[in-house]
């Protein structure tokens, strides 16, 4: 599960507690309460396109930065592969020595 999906399903969570504790009968007295619920409501709804805007953006800067690095794999292969073998000598050392 992605951490933006984690984060809506938190703040759903949050607002259904909420929502079931203003929603009970005995509150229903208080004066209020009816325009606290909807001030919450209004909230609620601000955050969730908030999140939801927040989550395209990271998904369209993810996808320029994967553009990106794969443009860059297939100009410089060699610079890559190099990298790759310079990591990959560090991390046997490292394991041979334990």
Do not use: C, F
């Amino acid at each position: 599960m992605s951490a933006s999906k984690n984060l809506e399903a938190a703040a759903e969570d949050i607002a259904s507690d909420v929502r079931g504790v203003l929603a009970s009968k005995d509150l229903d007295s208080v004066p209020h309460i009816k325009a606290l619920r909807q001030r919450i409501d209004t909230k609620l709804a601000i955050a969730r396109e908030l999140a939801a805007e927040k989550s395209k953006l990271a998904a369209k800067k993810a996808r320029e930065a994967a553009t990106s690095a794969n443009a860059y794999a297939h100009d410089e292969p060699w610079q890559i592969a190099g990298a790759a073998l310079a990591v990959g000598v560090l991390v046997g050392l490292l394991l041979g020595r334990r």
